[in-house]
Each structure stands twice: as C-alpha cells, then as structure tokens.
C-alpha cells in the first residue's frame, strides 16, 4: 500500500507541470484554433535561457523569471511572424499546424547549435531532500514544482473564465467577426494568447528542467505529455486540461511501478488514441468542438 | 412579339449552340459502375495524357541508362528516392487528396519494413512479402483513418503524432522481436525475375517500375469516383455530402492506400539497406515526406517525384552536418507555406501569371506612348 502511495505522490509534481503544459496548449487552441506543435519546444528555450543566465552568475529566481520571459517573447514572435500572414487564408488553420511543426523542428536546431548537443541541468528552486511522513517521502523540491504549476494553471483559468479579454479569447476561436465587431482586434487576442502560453511553457521547462535535465530533442517528449493532458481532460478546456495531466503522469507512474518502465511513456499515446476513439470529447470537452460535423 | 413555338420549330437556319458533354448511356437496366481504386476509369485520358505503355517504355530507358551513368553514392541516393517517392506518393493521397494532416507515414513505412526484414529469406518469397508488407500499412494506416474520419482534422494530427511514437516505442522496446535500437538486419539475397536487389542496378529497375506501378494506381484513384469524392470532401464537404459523398468511406479509402503505398515503401527500404532501426522511422522521416508533399503542391504525382527526388539528393548532402539539414528543412516548410501555400507548382503557376500581366503592361505603355 505504501508503493502505491509512494508511486502516486511521485506523479503530483509531473502532472501538474503536464497540466502547465496542456494548459497552454488548450489557451491557444481555444482562442486560435491552433495545435502548436512548437509548445514543447518553447518549454526546453524557456530552460535552456534560465540555464544561460545561470551560467552568468544571475541569481537563479531572476533566470527563471528571464527563462518565462523568453519563453512568452519567442511564443509572441512566432505568432507575430510567421503565423499571423496566415489568418484568413483558405485552410489557413492546417497550413499553421504545419508551419508550427516546422518552428519545433528549427527551434530544435537553433538550440543544439546555440547550446550544444551534450544535456545540461538546472538548479533546483527549492531543496531536494526528501522529507518522510508514514513511510512515504516527498521532496520540497517537487513540492515547489507542484504548488507553482497549480497556482499559475489556475491563475489562467480563472483569468480566461473572469476576464473581458478572457471571455473574448474564448469567443475568438468561435467566431472571430464577432468579436471585433465588439471592437477587440483578434489579432491582439491571438498575441496575447500565443505570449500567455509561452509564458507557461517556460515555466514548465525551468520546473521540470532539474528533475529530466535540458537537451534540444527533449521538446517532443514535453509536448506529448501536454497533448495527452490536453485531450484527456477535453481539448479547449483549462481545468480539464490541469486534471488531464495529473491523470496521465499518475497512470504512466503505475505502469512503471508495476507493469514495466520500458511501456510507461506509452500510456500517454495510447491515451491520446483511446480518447480520440472512445470518448473524443475527454472529461470536460465539447463534442461539437472535436466530432467532424460531415 | 416573341415568335410563335411553330414558327421557332420552322426556323431551319443553322443556330450557334452551345458544345455539350458527352453523356454515355447506360442501358436502363444497369446498374452505375463503379471504379474499384480508379482502375475502372482512365487515368491516362484524366490525368497526364499519356498511356501506361509509354510511360513504362520511358522508365525502362531511364532504367537502362542512369546506373551507367550515376556514380555509386549518387545511386544509392537516387534509390532511396524511389522508396520516399513511393511513401510520399501514398501521403500525397492521404494529405494532398484527403486533407488529413498525417506525421505517421513514416511508422506506416515501419510496420511495412518491419514485415519484410522479419519475414522474408525465412518463411515467405520476395513478393509475398511486399504484399504483406503492403497490407500490414495499409491496416495500420486504416486504424488511424477510422479516427480521422470521425474528428476535425486537428485531432488527426494528434492521432498521428501518437500512433507514430507508439510504433517506433514498440520497435525499441521490443528487442527481442526486432533488435530494439541496435535495428536487425536482413537474412539473404533479394532476387527477384534474376534482378539481384542487393546491387544498386538492379534495385533501381525494381524500383523505377513499382514506382510507376504505384504512380499510376495514385493517378488511377485521383481520377476514380472515390478520388474525385475526395477532392470534393477537401474543397467543400458539405456540398460533397450533399452530392452523396460518403465521408467515412472517402477517408478510409485514402489512408488505407496511401497506407498500402507506406507500407510498400518501408519493405523496399528493409531490401535496400539491409538494416532496419527506429531511426530509420523517427520524426526527421515523416517531416521529409511532409516536406515533399508541401513542394509538389497539388499538381499530381509526378511532382511529388520530383520533390522527392530534389529533396532526397538535399538530405542526403546536408546529412553531413545534420543540424544544418534539419535547420533547412524547418525554414523550409515555414517559407514554403507562408510564401507558396499551393507547392513549386503554384507559386510557378504564379510567378508565371504575374510575367504576362507584366509583359501586358509594358506592351499597354509602350503601346500607348507611340499613339
């Protein structure tokens, strides 16, 4: 029994960084229509800055602030460049999934070439000795990482619920005349949307950078886990998004534990096949959203 | 006053009429024909213009001369074209002709090689086993075809990424079937009709033919009732519907061809390289042969061999400094669809519409300055 409370408590602090993740990638869907492939990628640049100005003796809080921050201006930048000459064109929406894909394939690049092939690692924000209370032991580290993803997952959340600007990125996705006939330009909508999400993703790389390390093809692993978060918990929506991703890490720890490790990242990709074709709206989704209408 | 009907039906002098279409007549009784994967229709008259025989005529010249031509390595990458060509071609149906954005044409070529390496010199025959090679992609390819047909196009993509990983998981884990990472080779010669597969030679006239093959049954189903249901799907899919188009049966028809054509691809690769590993399958794989069907645009198969065949000699050349290939391939596509949407051929369709409006206006300029 204590295993299996062990193997639950270890999957806390993941799941909440692949609920970070799927968050973001749901902000985005929800307000653009846009999968971002390049998500994940994003993450592993936000690490990989904090990880530049630690080098430069910056005191780690201000490089993980500088690791968010690079992270939501490159998100930013991409839309603002290669994304936005795409709106309104003839299945303009698939041609931006492509274009996404591509941006993860060269940001990978860029990484490699900037930072190396060889993985680095980031300090840790808080201690990484454990703590034991009845036989299961946790770390403040994992604490920290946990308590920072929900507060900013819900943060947004709340944000997107409450907001005009919030309430209006959801209405984009729906219908974008709409919305600037109420005399908010989309394409602000999208900025925003693009920057918030990139924000979350630096987040999530410089909380999970000191526990899987930082290397330029690490951004597929990232975005995967996010994906599957994203669908489990109904794509578009945020805080099934946060449940998706406990859910998966949960599960993807008991298929180590007691199945076998080799088959633990498949629990992500089965679930993405199995919600897609059982239950395509996951937990909180809307069916009209994801079912092909003809 | 309009004239009478009479004196309308009187009037024989000769009225300039509009051409109309041909319309066969069925007898009453028949039943509408159906084109089984296009080949009841003629792709040559729907298409390129020319037979199957000249072409094949054309391909057996070309595979006569290049190899005494091509120097070894320049083979060696001229066949791997071919495979790609073959893959493509089938992602070319699925993306190009059914609007399903798919990252698992590569794991599609993985179940395919797979079969062949671990079947072939010990239980089945060369063909026997490109054939099964054939089905197992074309099955795998369905699977995700029946998610793709229900879902918009976005949870595809997701589909594909997942289905994608998990074969190339499966192909590492399970080491004790297929080698895991360190890949497993292949047991034997291939010959086939006294062609010796393992030489560069007699692996492109293999080659060079089922591409042809494979080019054709594309053209075939591009033109077929099926096809032509696809394309109608892809422009506009409610009035498709409307028509009596059959969705489901649309979607599944594309992946489970284009997967077939995966499949296939992924056999000749175990024949060519003698080897398979998961690297040969990984993402950099299905970028490539999205890559290719981006720059064919939708100007038919024959560009999508020409894509191939331009973009594998780039691959190939760029492999020495892999990082450079990779950073090429994602400004690339990002270029290629923020400038070209519509592939070489429209933006060449473009460029080329913009010269004669140009030449217009330079010859209404001058024109006007002599007057």
Redesign the interface.
């Given at each position: 029994m204590t295993l299996f409370i062990q193997t639950l408590v270890s999957a806390i602090a993941a799941g909440a960084v692949y609920g970070l993740l799927g968050v973001g990638i749901s902000l985005t869907y929800k307000t653009t229509g846009i999968i971002n492939f390049a998500h994940g990628q994003v993450a592993i640049f936000g690490g990989y800055v904090a990880f530049a100005l630690t080098e430069s003796h910056v005191p780690l809080g201000v490089a993980v602030v500088g690791g968010i921050a690079g992270a939501a201006l490159l998100s930013g930048a991409m839309e603002r460049t290669v994304l936005r000459p795409l709106y309104g064109r003839d299945r303009g929406v698939v041609g931006a999934i492509l274009i996404t894909f591509g941006v993860a394939v060269l940001l990978q690049e860029v990484t490699q070439l900037l930072w190396g092939s060889v993985p680095q690692t980031l300090g840790s924000l808080a201690s990484g000795n454990a703590w034991q209370i009845g036989g299961v032991s946790f770390t403040p580290s994992s604490l920290t990482i946990f308590l920072a993803a929900i507060v900013v997952s819900a943060a947004i959340v709340l944000g997107v619920e409450r907001t005009r600007i919030g309430r209006a990125m959801r209405g984009c996705a729906q219908d974008r005349e709409v919305v600037s006939l109420l005399g908010i330009p989309p394409e602000r909508l999208y900025l925003i949307a693009f920057t918030v999400a990139g924000a979350t993703a630096g987040l999530a790389g410089v909380l999970i950078a000191p526990s899987v390390g930082l290397a330029p093809g690490n951004g597929l692993e990232l975005v995967v886990p996010g994906f599957a978060a994203a669908v489990l918990g109904g794509f578009g929506s945020l805080p099934g998004a946060v449940l998706g991703g406990i859910l998966i890490a949960l599960l993807h720890n008991i298929v180590a534990v007691y199945i076998s490790s080799g088959y633990a990242d498949a629990v992500q990709y089965m679930a993405i096949i199995l919600v897609l074709l059982v239950r395509v709206r996951g937990l909180f989704g809307d069916e009209l959203e994801t079912v092909r209408s003809v | 006053m309009p004239p009478s009907r009479a004196a309308a039906q009187d009037d024989t002098t000769p009225r300039p009429t509009r051409p109309t279409p041909e319309v066969p007549s069925a007898p009453s009784d028949a039943r509408p024909r159906r084109a089984v994967l296009g080949l009841g229709s003629r792709p040559g008259r729907g298409n390129s213009g020319r037979p199957l025989v000249i072409r094949f005529v054309a391909v057996a010249a070309l595979a006569q001369f290049v190899p005494s031509i091509a120097s070894t390595s320049n083979m060696l990458t001229i066949n791997l074209a071919c495979v790609y060509a073959v893959a493509a071609v089938g992602l070319n149906l699925i993306f190009g002709l059914g609007?399903l954005?798919s990252?698992a044409q590569g794991a599609v070529m993985a179940v395919g090689g797979y079969i062949t390496i671990l079947l072939f010199g010990k239980t089945l025959g060369l063909v026997p086993c490109l054939l099964l090679a054939g089905c197992g992609g074309g099955v795998a390819s369905l699977t995700m075809g029946?998610?793709g047909?229900?879902?918009?196009?976005?949870?595809f993509?997701?589909?594909s990424?997942?289905?994608a990983?998990?074969i190339v998981?499966?192909a590492t884990?399970m080491t004790g079937l297929t080698g895991g990472s360190n890949g497993t080779a292949l047991l034997g010669v291939p010959v086939l009709a006294g062609l010796n597969l393992s030489t560069n030679s007699g692996f492109f006239h293999f080659a060079s033919i089922l591409l042809l093959v494979v080019v054709y049954l594309a053209d075939a189903l591009r033109v077929s009732r099926g096809g032509l249901g696809l394309s109608a799907?892809t422009m506009n899919?409610?009035l498709?519907?409307a028509s009596g188009v059959n969705?489901l049966a649309s979607r599944a028809l594309a992946t489970t061809v284009g997967g077939v054509f995966g499949g296939i691809a992924g056999g000749m690769l175990a024949l060519l390289d003698g080897y398979l590993g998961p690297q040969n399958f990984d993402?950099?794989t299905a970028?490539l042969l999205?890559l290719i069907v981006?720059v064919a645009g939708r100007a038919g198969n024959g560009s999508v061999v020409i894509a191939t065949l331009i973009l594998t000699f780039l691959s190939q050349g760029l492999l020495t400094s892999p990082?450079?290939g990779?950073?090429v391939?994602?400004?690339?596509?990002?270029a290629l669809?923020?400038i070209a949407?519509g592939g070489v051929y429209a933006a060449t369709d473009w460029s080329r519409r913009r010269v004669v409006r140009w030449r217009g206006r330079v010859g209404y300029k001058s024109g006007g300055s002599h007057e």
């Open positions: - | 609007g954005i990252i029946l998610v047909a229900r879902v918009k196009t976005h949870y993509v997701l589909a990424l997942a289905f990983e998990v998981l499966v884990t799907l899919s409610y498709a519907v969705p993402i950099p970028t999205l981006v990082a450079v990779q950073l391939y994602g400004i690339g596509l990002i669809i923020i949407p």
